[in-house]
T-cell receptor, first 114, second 111 residues
Framework: DAGITQSPRHKVTETGTPVTLRCHQTENHRYMYWYRQDPGHGLRLIHYSYGVKDTDKGEVSDGYSVSRSKTEDFLLTLESATSSQTSVYFC?????????????FGPGTRLTVL | QKEVEQNSGPLSVPEGAIASLNCTYSDRGSQSFFWYRQYSGKSPELIMFIYSNGDKEDGRFTAQLNKASQYVSLLIRDSQPSDSATYLCAPGNNRDDKIIFGKGTRLHILP
């Protein structure tokens, strides 16, 4: 299995509080991605990174920010959590450009915003 | 806006039969396709990658690609209960750092 961990694995928080999810990889892959998965919507890309300090938006980036200060860590922050951000969040990594290469997924984080 | 369409299912198939999963896509620039399998409560994992027209076989799995029709399918022969999962289609390309996933088809193999 690709060395990807996510923390925390489960979190319950209240509306309006900031939340940070962490993705850590030991594969030294260049590309890292944050997705959310919701019933009826499938996997949707939030943000991704193509190198240290290099990030770009995905299709559902509003309300989220990311940072990547080291190759191995990619952080997803919800500045002020809302109930609509209740979801399962997956981190993924790819050695080369994710458009044409396999992505390896982390175990996921289940976030509940009350 | 690139679109990927999959029948959400559930698709119920008797054990031992052939399961057929379909995916259509709107981006004519897509040159390759990924099929990911996701068990309930788990993360997606790649099971097939195809980049040329025609069929690609891997064990009980066969991916079929028709670029002219913008259609890709996944056939699972001799379906097993362990094949019960959601299958996600994702067209790939050489232009982007990212891909768009279909919403997935939920497959249920009936023992």
């Amino acid at each position: 299995d690709a060395g990807i961990t996510q923390s925390p694995r489960h979190k319950v928080t209240e509306t309006g509080t900031p939340v940070t999810l962490r993705c850590h990889q030991t594969e030294n892959h260049r590309y890292m991605y944050w997705y959310r998965q919701d019933p009826g919507h499938g996997l949707r890309l939030i943000h991704y990174s193509y190198g240290v300090k290099d990030t770009d938006k995905g299709e559902v980036s509003d309300g989220y920010s990311v940072s990547r200060s080291k190759t191995e860590d990619f952080l997803l922050t919800l500045e002020s959590a809302t109930s609509s951000q209740t979801s399962v969040y997956f981190c993924a990594i790819s050695k080369e450009r994710g458009g044409n290469n396999e992505q390896f997924f982390g175990p996921g984080t289940r976030l509940t915003v009350l | 806006q690139k679109e990927v369409e999959q029948n959400s299912g559930p698709l119920s198939v008797p054990e031992g039969a052939i399961a057929s999963l379909n995916c259509t896509y709107s981006d004519r620039g897509s040159q390759s396709f990924f099929w990911y399998r996701q068990y309930s409560g788990k993360s997606p994992e790649l099971i097939m990658f195809i980049y040329s027209n025609g069929d690609k076989e891997d064990g009980r799995f066969t991916a079929q690609l028709n670029k002219a029709s913008q259609y890709v399918s996944l056939l699972i022969r001799d379906s097993q209960p362990s094949d019960s999962a959601t299958y996600l289609c994702a067209p790939g390309n050489n232009r982007d750092d990212k891909i768009i996933f279909g919403k997935g088809t939920r497959l249920h193999i009936l023992p």
